[in-house]
């Protein structure tokens, strides 16, 4: 790796909406059914009590969640830094604190970007979803206790993989439960095999884009992050996985937890790869987890994911229609508020049903004519029947990059034009674009004067190549920021807004400061199976280092029973599990505790031998020299302008 200079950051602060934000703004509080305040009502129902601004604090004292400063909210009317929409949604996700759904069923709603369900069985109290944070997941659970009374956790369920579903289990289960496996959890079938694939071994890259996604690291206000559309943020605090002891595996399953009978129907391949839904009879409440919530949702979210099935996603809600159709007196998801009444929710149903069906059908059949997928994006309008409904807005996803995301499931990045094929790689695109529109004063000549028209998209995309042909030009940095700013300003999608507004900060001020990531928890490592660690250190491995060395390693484990034959051969890092290889390098035996506690980095690998904990047989060096190539995966790395370390 090599270091290159680094600018002097400007550190402009933000701006006034401009004249053409102000407009579309007002154009939008003429369209939309801003008389309508049913879901305020329904946001503040059945509530019993909160925490104070919802304000968690961990063992240190370090607030890990926190409302208090999201109170420029408590004005009614939208400034013009927001857009009128965003702004209605941003005020309905403050309602925070205990609420009761139906006698039997409460929530706990913003404690987190998640909500956490309680539902009370014959002895105790079934966990749906444990938040984000075990901080958090202690602290909703201390809320439920203070006004229900202390009942035992008899299970847990995770709704789905997405870590803010299950990230604060260790906060529900107690060790004693957690050791003797006396609470259940529950699970869709495939549960680890996709917490796994989407939250750890792509971890490093998925988290740096969040930043761009929930915007946590700019300033709360009407001209900084007002919300991120499911709600205010991603929580931080203590974060832990705990494997499932029970998998639904079909629709239709049914289990009997603590006297209460929950009918299942799985939902795969929709919001998240594994995901389920339920229906339980005797509070008559349906809860369709993330896949009908108060806004369009993400196919393909800015930090990153496997494309989700638009088409899968209608199925999935239409099979809920038939299945519980009219049944429902109450509907909770795990994200926003509840409805209630059977006409309400079986419409909220059908119109979710058919707005993923429309993105659907609709960018398949202009792909069909040959349309791209910008082009797709330019084109498509959601029917006034879906577009005037609040709960199918774009919040979070948007139906602008939601087809762009169908077009990759289809066809991939690729529009099929060779000019795209293989295009040069951004800086010395940048530099060539520069040259041919005639220099860096000539591009921020015209695009001044296309700010003051509201021409926003091009000029970021002018400005951009001249940031990264040249990015020590404060002019254009600075321009770029105040582009991005106006598009942050504009857009009703919280996740758009967020994405410009931190592109614009960090132009201004660059990359934030940030802690040194921690060592992944013990608890997360010890759900892991073995296979799947191997899979974690493949991707560290520097090819270009590893070229010519062929390392051969066996390891056993006392507490597991498993064996495994780890090769480091051209450059790729391969493991045969059951087997030992006769001409190993060296060979390990150790528990596999042992090797989590090394990751997790409570103990080295060194004294581990010399505590008699690990043995070893051959060259035990040649395992130093495999983790000598292994890449350490910077928390950040720059994404609004040139990389100022060279990767290889």
Request: glycine residues 8%; charged residues 20%; proline residues 5%.
């Amino acid at each position: 790796m090599t270091q290159t200079g680094n600018a002097e950051a400007p550190r402009e602060t933000p701006k006034d909406a401009s004249a053409p934000v102000v407009a579309q703004h007002a154009a939008t509080l003429k369209a939309l059914p801003f008389s309508d305040t049913r879901d305020f009502d329904e946001a503040a129902r059945g509530f019993l009590g909160t925490v104070e601004n919802a304000r968690i604090a961990n063992a240190q004292g370090r607030v890990v969640w926190s409302l208090e400063p999201y109170g420029f909210l408590s004005v009614a009317e939208s400034p013009a830094t927001v857009d009128p929409s965003l702004w209605r949604q941003s005020r309905l996700n403050m309602n925070h604190g205990l609420f009761e759904v139906v006698p039997g069923v409460y929530q706990v709603r913003g404690l987190d970007i998640a909500n956490m369900t309680l539902i009370e069985g014959d002895s105790g109290v079934i966990v749906v979803d444990t938040l984000t944070s075990i901080e958090g997941a202690r602290a909703a659970m201390a809320l439920y206790f203070q006004h229900r009374g202390q009942r035992p956790v008899v299970a847990v369920i995770f709704t789905h993989t997405h870590t803010d579903h299950w990230g604060g289990a260790r906060g529900v289960i107690d060790d004693g439960a957690l050791a003797d496996g006396s609470v259940p959890i529950i699970a869709p079938n495939l549960f680890m095999e996709h917490a796994v694939s989407e939250n750890i071994i792509a971890g490093p890259a998925m988290l740096r884009r969040a930043q761009y996604q929930f915007g946590p690291l700019l300033t709360k206000g009407a001209r900084g992050q007002v919300d991120c559309g499911l709600g205010k943020s991603m929580a931080t605090g203590s974060v832990a996985l705990l494997r499932p002891t029970d998998l639904i595996m079909a629709t239709g399953d049914i289990r009997s937890i603590d006297g209460v009978e929950f009918e299942f129907q799985m939902a795969p391949n929709s919001e998240a790869p594994a995901e389920m839904h339920f229906f339980i009879p005797r509070y008559k409440l349906l809860n369709l987890a993330e896949n009908c919530t108060h806004n369009f949702h993400n196919l393909l979210p800015f930090r990153g994911a496997d494309v989700r099935d638009a088409l899968a996603w209608s199925k999935y809600l239409g099979e809920a229609l038939q299945m519980w159709g009219g049944k429902a007196d109450a509907m909770c998801g795990q994200h926003h508020w509840p409805v209630w009444g059977h006409q309400r929710i079986d419409t909220m149903i059908r119109q979710q049903r058919d707005l993923y069906k429309f993105a659907h059908d609709q960018t398949i059949r202009l792909m069909n004519h040959g349309l791209t997928a910008t082009e797709i994006a330019e084109t498509i309008k959601l029917p006034a029947s879906l577009d005037g409904a609040w709960h199918a807005r774009g919040y979070y996803g948007h139906i602008r990059h939601n087809v762009k995301a169908i077009y990759q499931k289809y066809l991939g990045w690729y529009d099929a034009n060779p000019v795209n094929l293989d295009p040069l790689p951004p800086v010395e695109a940048g530099k060539k674009y520069v040259e041919y529109m005639g220099g860096a004063d000539a591009i921020l000549a015209r695009a001044a004067k296309d700010f003051a028209k509201g021409e926003f998209r091009f000029i970021a995309q002018a400005l951009s190549h001249l940031v990264f042909a040249d990015p020590d030009n404060q002019a254009a940095r600075a321009l770029l920021a105040d582009t991005l700013e106006q598009l942050g300003y504009a857009a009703e999608s919280a996740t758009w807004r967020n994405a410009y507004l931190f592109g614009a900060q960090e132009l201004r001020q660059g990359m934030p400061k940030v802690p040194a990531r921690a060592a992944m928890p013990r608890e997360t490592l010890a759900a892991l199976r073995t296979e799947q660690l191997w899979d974690v250190l493949g991707v560290r491995l520097n090819g270009p280092k590893a070229e010519g060395k062929h390392i051969v390693l066996n390891w056993s484990f006392t507490d597991t029973g498993e064996t495994f034959v780890l090769t480091l051969e051209n450059c790729a890092l391969t493991y045969v599990a059951g087997a030992q290889a006769a001409t190993a390098d060296a060979g390990f035996t150790l528990p596999r505790g042992t090797l989590d506690e090394v990751i997790a980095k409570l103990t080295t690998f060194q004294d581990a031998v010399g505590s008699g904990a690990i043995k070893f047989t051959g060259n035990p060096m040649r395992l130093g020299e495999l983790m000598a190539l292994m890449d350490e995966f910077p928390r950040m790395f720059e994404i609004v302008e040139p990389k100022r370390v060279a990767v290889s």
